[in-house]
């Protein structure tokens, strides 16, 4: 899964897997990396859950949703 871009370019943030085989890859392929590597990935997954989750966006989202039932005007 390649979530953030950065200057440098893309950057992996997990991993996607919809099936047995495929959660075994990636938690094989995660265990077989290098340390500096699962650490660039736990970065770029700590910033963009930062970014996704914060509290600005929950704002956004929670008026979104409730807009819809609320007095016009």
């Keep these: 899964m390649v979530d953030e871009e950065t200057e440098a370019g893309p950057q992996r943030t997990g991993y996607l897997a919809a099936t047995l085989e495929e959660y075994c890859r990636a938690i ?19 910033r963009r859950a930062a970014t996704m989750f914060s509290t600005e966006q929950f704002d956004k989202a929670f008026i979104s949703a409730i807009a819809p039932v609320l007095p016009k005007g």
Excluded: C, G, H
């Design 28 to 46: 094989t392929t995660v265990l077989e990396m290098e340390q500096r590597d699962r650490l660039k990935i736990a970065a770029a997954a700590q």
